[in-house]
């Protein structure tokens, strides 16, 4: 029967064929499975008997003892080990904490009224101040240790505290790992049992050795009702009576050649129980879910038994002490419950194949040496029950194999648990695999669900999508709840986004992911104007779950910003009016192509351009429109001037309100006057706007002007004749659609 402390120990070889017929009880057998015939014969044919297939097998055999495989998971994937060395240490230091402050505040830990009480408050004072120390010490060890072991547990756990899923998640993840890493070494440990057992020593048998034991062990098959039989091999150790059973060997030792037939063959049959329930894979996978933990503890173990001195003794237990005590008193007690019952059961088999008095010689011989139950070690780590309790159990009532078959066949169908291969425990095996079925599908459901939907990339993609559907909405939700608050009103940006001029990237994908903790850096590949293009994306995941399961991914990059000119007459972007002001005003914008167009009016036009925002960029250029003059402004500007000239030249007056005509009469009195425009200015027009213009003439370009009439002087009425030249200044504007001159200086 197998342990934890076993030495190696290879597993079960799976036989894709089905398990032969089971032969009535001590009928003759067909040439046995282990026969020298058969040492070259299928690798994968000595899995026991009575199971549909290999996996029935495993299964039976790893889901028996689920006190062992659930003291193997605490101990190892709750890091005990750790914990008790945290424990330790804290109590250690608030024990001494606890020492000094209790010796040297002890004053303070009697209340005043208590104190001042007659009888009572001196002997609390003598009390405490005596024994505040001790007492403190004490306190602040199991305090100190309390928090150091919780700490460790809890530790690990405290971000999956915030989402009650996460703790559920995360239990469920450890006991999938848990499982698929005991199902991987059970595995392991089956297919390479031959090489196993030949390098532990085990070889097979002499022709005399077989010509012994072989018949006995077909016997004791046929009599338990197997059609086959394991690999038989025998070590070479003379004194010790022993036998083993492994997956899908047994191996004696060869001082079993000293004892009787009788003996040999109750040996042999309690060892086929072993081998036929699949003890041995119950072990195996015990200590692979406390793989991690096993491999730790084999080192001290090996030490102190192949250095066995206290000395050694003592130093191995000083650096491995959490380890060695976590296997003493959590792995180990947990599953020799179970070894200690697998013993009874296959001493039960042995009375079933009728070998009641060779298993009590056995026995007898067994309880010679054994020193007595004392101790933690013994009474509870034992491998093996009292003899003299097993020897009380052979005792009990069993059918008689010779006189009533019938019955020793319902006796060996209830310990072998059926036909059907299953084993004790098959409910509650059932119920756990299943368990673990639900629990590895949900696993496997959550785990496509999260890489399908709730990973980096997927934001990255669903962001883009977004932006190729023109819904600006939907990708700002793809930015972080902070990126989102900073920008404030987005309708201005969705009318953008969603106007036809839009462009978004194209040939988006996802290249590359590099991810730190809750944050990560998507690199992207994209198409824009034609060109291919990459850009990095920050993202970061958020702290709150959806549906208590799944942490979100999203942009932690803002829009980028474009800086548009002030002025009163606002510029478009796509179509869309941009605010207004006397700075510059900053407009958020989305990865594509904008067209950013100004006002086109009677005087003047501005060309449309298009600028271009990629991802990750934070500030853009290139809006700097320049209006520029229409062609047809400067005819229409002219005709106004000269239609403002021709008003000038209408009043007969010598000097018109707000015209650029004069005649200057030298103090005469002007009686009668006329104008007349004989050349109109040449004008010139500079833009202070889109939607204002100077009006100057150069004096080149200047027109002339003729002044006729009569002055009444000291010598009477004179007629005159002037011409003068004429400029005109002012400013030009659009007023309701039309353009306007309104004189004036520069």
Request: glycine letters at 10%; proline letters at 8%; aromatic letters at 8%.
């Amino acid at each position: 029967m197998s342990d934890m402390d076993s030495a190696p120990q290879p597993g079960p070889e799976v036989d894709p064929a089905p398990a032969p017929t089971v032969p009535p009880v001590g009928s003759p057998t067909a040439p046995p499975a282990g026969s020298p015939a058969d040492e070259s014969g299928d690798r994968f044919a000595h899995r026991p008997p009575g199971y549909p297939s290999a996996l029935v097998w495993l299964r039976a055999g790893i889901l028996r003892d689920w006190r062992g495989v659930l003291g193997s998971f605490l101990a190892t994937w709750f890091y005990v080990p750790l914990a008790l060395v945290a424990a330790v240490w804290g109590g250690l230091a608030l024990g001494l904490y606890g020492l000094i402050a209790g010796g040297t505040q002890s004053e303070e830990a009697v209340p005043a009224l208590l104190r001042d009480a007659p009888l009572v408050g001196p002997l609390l004072e003598a009390f405490v101040a005596r024994s505040g120390g001790v007492v403190g010490g004490f306190a602040g060890f199991a305090l100190g240790a309390l928090v150091g072991f919780l700490a460790v547990l809890v530790l690990p756990w405290r971000n999956a505290f915030d989402e009650p899923a996460n703790l559920f998640t995360g239990l469920a993840g450890m006991v999938v790992a848990a499982g698929l890493v005991g199902l991987l070494y059970t595995v392991g440990r089956v297919l390479l049992e031959p090489w196993l057992l030949g390098v532990s020593g085990a070889r097979l048998l002499s022709r005399r050795e077989a010509e012994r034991l072989r018949p006995l062990l077909s016997d004791c098959a046929a009599r338990l009702g197997l059609p086959g039989e394991p690999r038989l091999l025998i070590e070479d150790d003379p004194v010790l009576t022993n036998a083993r059973a492994y997956a899908r060997h047994v191996v004696v030792s060869t001082a079993v050649l000293d004892c009787t037939d009788e003996e040999i063959a109750a040996l042999l049959s309690h060892e086929l129980v072993h081998w036929r329930t699949g003890d041995e894979v119950t072990s195996a996978f015990i200590r692979g879910v406390g793989l991690p933990l096993v491999l730790v503890h084999a080192l001290p173990a090996w030490l102190m038994r192949r250095f066995p001195h206290p000395a050694t003794d003592f130093v191995v237990f000083l650096f491995f002490w959490p380890v060695l005590l976590t296997m003493r008193y959590l792995v180990l007690p947990c599953h020799r419950r179970d070894v200690r019952a697998a013993e009874y059961r296959a001493d039960t088999g042995a009375v079933l194949a009728g070998h009641r008095e060779g298993m009590r010689a056995m026995l007898e011989r067994r309880r010679s040496f054994e020193t007595g139950r004392s101790g933690w070690d013994e009474a509870v780590c034992a491998t093996h029950p009292p003899s003299e309790l097993r020897l009380d159990r052979l005792d009990h009532p069993v059918p008689d194999p010779a006189t009533d078959r019938a019955a020793t066949a319902r006796g060996l169908d209830e310990l072998f648990g059926g036909t059907t291969g299953a084993t004790v425990g098959s409910r509650r095996a059932l119920l756990l695999v299943g368990a673990l079925v639900l629990v590895s599908c949900l696993g496997g459901g959550l785990t496509a669900t999260q890489w399908a939907f709730v990973r980096p990339q997927a934001a990255v993609n669903d962001y883009f999508a977004a932006l190729d559907d023109h819904d600006a909405p939907e990708a700002l939700e793809r930015l972080t709840p902070g990126v989102r608050a900073a920008l404030g009103d987005s309708g201005q940006l969705a009318r953008m986004v969603a106007a036809k001029e839009y462009r978004p990237p194209t040939d988006v994908s996802v290249t590359g992911v590099e991810r730190d903790g809750d944050e990560a850096v998507a690199t992207v590949a994209y198409t824009l104007a034609g060109r291919k293009l990459t850009a990095e994306l920050p993202l970061r995941r958020d702290d709150s779950a959806v549906l208590g399961l799944f942490h979100r991914w999203h942009l932690d990059a803002a829009p980028a910003t474009l800086t548009l000119p002030g002025g009163p007459a606002p510029l478009t972007v796509n179509g869309v009016p941009a605010p207004t002001g006397e700075e510059g005003v900053a407009v958020p914008l989305l990865p594509g192509a904008y067209t950013v167009a100004g006002e086109s009016n009677a005087l003047s036009e501005t060309a449309p351009r298009v600028v271009y925002v990629v991802p990750g960029q934070q500030s853009v250029s290139g809006a700097e429109l320049t209006p520029t003059l229409r062609p047809e402004a400067l005819a229409a500007a002219e005709q106004s001037v000269r239609s403002y000239l021709d008003g000038c030249a209408a009043q007969a007056v010598a000097a018109p309100p707000g015209c650029p005509l004069r005649y200057y009469s030298g103090g005469s009195t002007v009686k009668k006057i006329a104008w007349k425009i004989t050349e109109y200015p040449r004008i010139e027009l500079t833009l202070t706007g889109p939607t204002t213009a100077r009006v100057s003439t150069a004096y080149e370009s200047q027109g002339s002007a003729r002044a006729t009439g009569s002055t009444a002087g000291y010598f009477g009425t004179t007629p005159f004749s002037d011409t003068q030249t004429v400029g005109v200044s002012g400013v030009l504007s659009v007023v309701d659609g039309k353009l306007t001159f309104q004189p004036g200086d520069d």
